[in-house]
């Protein structure tokens, strides 16, 4: 039969009442309890030594010894099937941990024979083998004030149709201090590492100060590869952190409870900010959520700390913040753009020069307000000024030196290297580039000095000032010219050879001899 149970309170009065002379049936009377209840705490304090005329006072320790003793009293000796669980209680726990439904245990048991009723394998593996108990936790400290701040993201809105009948999602970043539990909400169409950095931005604003640690969640936009001990952050984010001071401290992969403070607000904002507004833009948004958060939810008490969170967080957090950045922070476009054959990458939609050796690379890219960096390796490789979409920044220096003058149509350069080839050369592409479009004759100079690269520099300045004489600017004639063999000198007449005398006397036959003359001394006269 069951029986009422009774406070701590009512058996305190019950052992009031009975040390002090009142009947049993009396004491239930007046308690409205039953009269077995009464005297069944009564036994209790019996067994426990207390009993009339001992003491008038009935204290704190009297009726815990009670509670105490009735409670053993109700223990009771388990049955013949809690006798087969403990027998089976290694299988049993063996069949839990490989994700065994207890049902099934249950027919598995009785397959090999053991009969057991499902509420008392139920009540077994409670008791003995903790199943469907939750792993105790411990509370996580709040830490100190103006210290951390956690971040989540998710979709809590769909805009008003537009003018052409279009609806659009919205997603929100959203901000809770670990003490004050001050919500700070942006609202945005995409969760990108820019409507982060730019979401952050707006919080620092909204709360005058920045927090030192960010907690956020493993989101692609802010960590590149989630690690418990070393998670890696994305450039972009981890630039940010280090120009705002703060540090990211991201939660383990799968352990939501690691921004516990956090986690289910996207649906209280879902359902207690823009349930049930209608709001056409993103910044409609965006104001009706920072109205929520320091009038609506910023002055309702919290259930946990119980004060204000606009309050509590003035009070306590704001002080203790980083200051505020005084110039909004320049969202910078990373990528990783892979150079062409004609020394170009691609950033932002515009086109920046590399030097050679990085054609058929992959280099890393940064383009902010003002500058864009490459990075090869690490190393910072090329800065150019930012450029607008479609345009390019080139510089010279990248190409090779023989193909320099050509991609940057110097006109100049092209002159002086025919004036090399001779005068009349140089003279011959003056003219080849005359005109207002001179740019556009620049192949032919190209020709005409392969043409002295080829026929050598005396005939092609012979033709050329040939050609200059009738005016005749046309490298293909004058390429004509020199293919045709210059003509051959007239031949000379063979030389007159005067024959030997065929009647040449020997010298016997004259009548004075040949005497070699004397040589004269210097003291001789003349």
Known sequence: MGYREVTMIEIKEVLRQWLAGVAKKKIAARLGSDPKT?????????????????????????????????????????????????????????????????????RLLHRSGIAVPYSTLHRFAVAELEFGRGRATVPIVDGKPGEEVQLDTGWVLSLKPDETGKRRRTRAWIFTPNVSRYRFIYPCFAETTQTAIAACEAAWEFYGGVFRVVIPDNTKTIIHKADPLQPNVTLEFLEYAQKRGFHVDPTRAGHPKDKARVEKTVRDVRDDCFGGERLLTVEDAAGHARRWCADDYGMRRHSSTYRLPREHFEAEEKPCLLPAPEAPYDIPE??????????????????????TEFIGKRVRARADRCLVRFYYKGALVKTHPRKAPGQKSIDPSDFPDEKTPYAMRDIVYLEQRAK????????????????????????????????????????????????????????????????????????RPPAKVIPIARYLRPPVQYALPLVPPKPHDEGDPA
């Open 38 to 106: 009464v005297r069944r705490y009564i036994q209790a304090a019996q067994d426990k030594g207390i009993e009339r005329g001992t003491t008038a006072e009935v204290t704190d320790e009297m009726v815990s010894a009670v509670q105490v003793e009735l409670h053993r009293r109700r223990d009771r000796e388990h049955g013949e099937s809690w006798a087969r669980c403990e027998e089976q209680k290694e299988p049993i726990e063996k069949w839990l941990k490989n994700g065994v439904r207890l049902s099934k245990i249950r």
């Open 334 to 355: 990373w990528g990783e753009p892979k150079v062409g054959r004609d020394h170009l990458a691609q950033i932002v939609s515009s086109f920046y020069t590399l030097p």
């Open 420 to 491: 090399e080839h001779g005068e009349a050369v140089g003279k011959y592409a003056a003219e080849l580039l005359a005109g207002p479009l001179p740019w556009t004759k620049m192949r032919r100079v190209r020709a005409l000095i392969r043409l002295a690269e080829k026929y050598g520099d005396a005939r092609v300045v012979e033709a050329c000032t040939l050609a200059l004489s009738v005016d005749m600017i046309d490298v293909r004639r004058l390429e004509r010219m020199l293919q045709i063999p210059p003509p051959r000198p007239p031949e």
